[in-house]
């Protein structure tokens, strides 16, 4: 991950409770995602018919995990640094 950028909290800016509370819920609604998406996961019975097909639907399924699994681990960076 780049340098996490946090927002500055100051009085004329969004309170620190309130970005506190967007990241948290942005956070949530990802680990929501990522438990749906492991619930899809890709069944080799669905794939036999075509070979290799199955491979390629575990390996696009596991970048899709991965991929939310950065995003939830960013957002729980930015939650932490705003908190401090």
Not at 59 to 82: M, S, Y
């Amino acid at each position: 991950m780049s340098e996490l950028i946090l927002p500055v909290v100051h009085r004329n800016g969004t309170s620190r409770a309130e970005l506190l509370e967007q990241a948290c819920d942005a956070g949530a609604a990802i680990s929501r995602a990522l438990n749906a998406l492991y619930e899809a996961g890709p069944n080799q019975r669905d794939y036999y018919v075509k070979p290799g097909h199955w491979e390629k639907a575990l390996a696009q399924h596991e970048r899709r995990i991965e991929t939310l699994k950065a995003l939830l681990t960013e957002l729980q960076a930015q939650a932490e640094g705003i908190a401090e």
